[in-house]
DNA sequence: CAACGACGTGGGAGCGCTCCCATCAGGGGA
DNA sequence: TCCCCTGATGGGAGCGCTCCCACGTCGTTG
């Protein structure tokens, strides 16, 4: 009765479940065999691998995850956090999207993904128990804001981390972005092309980098196509609803003669069209508009919206692979990776 | 140096997380002493829980959750299991609440949220591994369709369940759902209440029960109001935006003189609008329509969509409640909940 | 005044793995 | 023929915890 593997009752009855001792035992060989088979060690023989795979399937043995995690110190889960307050006001598909792709990435690795929405500063807290309940080898942490110390402190616990986005220009912890200063440049680049000759912009709030970096981009690409900027024509949003109607109400207060609107979300974009209409502008004719994200409201805003596109799913998997690389220590020292956005003309403009 | 904890390198320092025999030492009591007060029993003197508190504080400990899972047997994480495919076809945010709200339940019971997106068959099998692997204590099953094994196979593992609607009427499997049939009468009252004469419906795939529910609810409203059913009134779609749109036009041309519609979601009711534009009928003047989900593009589209809301993330919150109970044995057998719809009135009826 | 629970406590015995060292065959070179 | 090296294998020693039994130490009862 001692050697029978750990138990469940189901229904009264008994489902036991084997462990390394009992196929070794089955394969008749030595514990450290059965070890090296399970974890793909070249050092056995041929035939030895055979005896002891047959074993494995004759028992349906599946190695306990608790021991393994214990006696290797590794625990073959990753930790995606993301703050709440954030899930709700993004695009929401946006979340989706990334764990979709790190999902993907995670799972083809063979590796666990464990979800932490983090609501409250209490939370991040016990956050940081886990982690050093060494509940994972890693940590993925989207949109972090520009002055959120948890990248650096777990840092200083010695697990590796990737974020998505980025705290600032410098950003000293590894991170995936998607090229937002290419997003602003292509969107009023559009705008020029269709003969557009006062294109203001919706950002987010500027202690994100993502809105700044928005906002430097729309700067280059007016200053490319030869346009001088105007204070007048920049209203900051919230990446909210909301504040793309009151930022573009206040635009068309200060620059009635604006034509073209570049908003630094689709979120964005849709309030502020609703205060163009509001207005009795006409989209596109009076006024043209861009949206970044290209999320589903785009495709059912009427008109639909252009947009530019990130690669948020890749986001995911780049972000994912990285971790994994560090983890396994076959990463170079603290990357970057910055990947292409992609403008989608529909007839907003 | 070989009482010293486990040990991780940081920039060539050595970190240490101590253990609880350092801590028993420091404190100096039993280990069983420590395990007792870590753990909360109330067999401790008030004297040494307060020293064990101070040397745990002192020292930073935090328990090995690795430890803790093989010696204990659980390892206080439960997993949510999306089929992906799903993921990508419901109203997006679906899922997003949904998480959301077992996310915030399982904090509060400080238990970890280890998400599984399920995209192949394989991917489904090796899923059923992990579960072997006894890496979870319990399961939450999002979105399962008609003839899904899935369930009763992780019964029969063990290992409890909990559902996100069900397989059937007769669904053995304990689970949360909520009231589709009244969301299909009330929005066929509202409907009728309006003065509308000829109301179609647009259903998901039938070998769904929340299509069927949705359905039945449709026809449970005509016979209250006192309207014959007319089969030519209703037409499948599949939950998705292109479905939802030939399904309308083929409602246009058996049924041209209908004045309402009734979609079983607002993606498919967005497909509905845009099939009924291109028909040249005004949305409501010449066909009202309603949607399920409540989701933001119900309040994007144009004119904003009248759709019953489904508590979403209170869904969420009862499954991870319910199963935690299911966990620790503290619930009665094989529990079912229905909770209320509501319907969100807007300017589409 | 002895016997007896009750309570608080210490620590042995695992949980099922991985790591690593010792062991054992063989085969080739001196 | 003997020795050494290599490759394959067995199994001891933990990993850090929980479970549980055994051991005082009291206050209480007959």
Redesign the pocket.
Known sequence: M?DE??TASVNGRQISRP???QVAARA??????V??V??GS????E??RAAVARAVAELG?V??QA??A???SRTDAIALVIPEAEARLFAEPYFLDLIRGVSAELAEADKQLLLTLVRTEQERQRFEQYLAAQRVDGVLLASVHGDDPLPDRIRELGIPVVMNGRRSEAEPVPYVDSDNIGAGRAAVAHLVGRGRQRIATVTGPPDMYVARARLGGYLAGLAEAGHTPDEGLVAAGDFTEDGGRSAMRSLLERRPELDAVFAASDVMAAGARAALREAGRRVPEDVALVGVDDSPVARLMDPPLTSVRQPIEEMGRTMARMLLDDVSGTLEDTPKRVLPTELVVRESC
């Open positions: 001692s593997g750990s462990t390394l001792e008749g060989v030595g514990r450290g065999t070890s090296r399970i974890n070249p050092r056995v023989s035939q030895t043995y190695p306990n021991a393994r214990l006696a290797g």
